[in-house]
């Protein structure tokens, strides 16, 4: 049993129940994992890891990144060939409600990372997509830890070291508007595409976000986040050629942003941004501003001119031993 592999998992049979029972599977799987041989804390092992923030709109990438150190004498590889391959680096993930762990979606990699070289005394920096590697629930509050593995050899029990255990939650975001759209040019025999306008409040302000997806199925094809916007207007969804969509959202009290971005498989992305357009009412008040403030400029230089100023004449005073004086 203990020679045998978890492919799905990617790690010995006595590894995964091991690790199991540190992150507290259901009970059925924690009664086979009392007869394995729990892994050793690694003191050679050592795993430092963060997420940039703690809420995510769904659709977004869930991103955790960190440093791997090796204080050990012997490099630590992950590798598809020989010994290696027992060796990993995973993210488990886990609903912080029930505190079970979700298991990883089907044909996800064994590790994390495909290959990675930890020379002795060195270390190594990753950046890991939970959600390549997990289907996440639409909505809910998580918790995620990654646990670097290396592989017991010679019938040497395998050794772990796991960072701490990073809170996140997952929204679905608030929907402004939505739109469908057939989907022939990638062979799908004409499914729709539901295209959804959501917005979310992130590090204090309002953040749009347009989430594609499959209408039948749910399933997210592309996500773009539009950055901050305010709602003096609504956002406006249009569709280009060559699938595209537009969208236009308001980013300050006079100014606008059109965004156009690309939807088709595999080529994902914003073809282009303007953030300086203006809106005719805007121009509309410029110009009534500019006008009134010419007006009080004209004005102004009127009054100026009648009570003097620089224009101002300026009499002779006659002394007054004469017995005339004329005053300024």
């Known amino acids: 049993m203990s020679t045998s592999r978890f492919h799905g998992f990617g790690a ?4 995964a129940l091991a690790v199991a029972v540190q992150f507290c599977l259901p009970c059925a799987a924690e009664a086979q994992a009392r007869a394995a041989e729990p892994p050793r804390v690694s003191s050679s092992l050592s795993v430092v890891a963060k997420m940039e923030k703690g809420e995510f709109v769904r659709g977004e990438t869930v991103a955790v990144s960190g ?3 090796n204080g050990g004498d012997e490099a630590f590889v992950i590798d598809d060939y020989g010994d290696y391959v027992r060796n990993s680096l995973k993210v488990y993930v886990f609903d912080e409600e029930s505190g079970r762990m979700i298991l990883p979606r089907a044909g996800a990699p064994s590790s994390a990372v495909d ?8 270390e190594k920096t990753f950046s890991i997509d939970i959600g390549s590697l997990y289907d996440l629930p639409r909505q809910g509050r998580f918790q995620a830890a990654v646990v670097a ?4 050899t010679d019938g040497a029990p395998d050794e772990s070291a796991s960072s701490r255990r990073m809170a996140f939650s997952v929204v679905d975001g608030i929907a402004l508007a939505s739109a469908a759209r057939a989907r022939t040019r990638d062979g799908s025999g ?17 953040n749009l976000f347009l989430r594609v997806s499959d209408a039948a199925t749910g399933d997210i094809v592309a996500f773009f986040r539009l950055g901050a916007f305010i709602r003096m207007a609504e956002p406006s969804l249009a569709f280009g050629q060559d699938d ?3 969208v236009v959202q308001q980013i300050s009290r006079d100014r606008f942003a059109k965004t156009v971005v690309c939807y088709a498989a595999g080529k994902e992305g914003i073809v282009s941004r303007d953030d300086n357009l203006v809106s005719a009412d805007a121009i509309s ?4 501003t500019r006008l009134v403030n010419e007006r009080v400029d004209r004005v102004f230089e009127e009054r100026r001119k009648e009570q003097g100023g620089f224009f101002r004449r300026h009499k002779t005073r006659i002394p007054a031993s004469t017995g005339n004086q004329t005053s300024p």
């Open 12 to 15: 010995s049979a006595g590894t």
């Open 67 to 69: 440093t791997l150190r």
């Open 115 to 122: 290959a990675i070289v930890v020379m002795p005394g060195g």
């Open 149 to 152: 593995t290396r592989g017991g």
């Open 190 to 206: 004409g499914r729709s595409l539901l295209f959804s306008l959501v917005y979310w409040d992130q590090a204090s302000r309002q």
């Open 244 to 246: 595209t969509a537009v």
């Open 285 to 288: 008040e410029s110009i009534s």
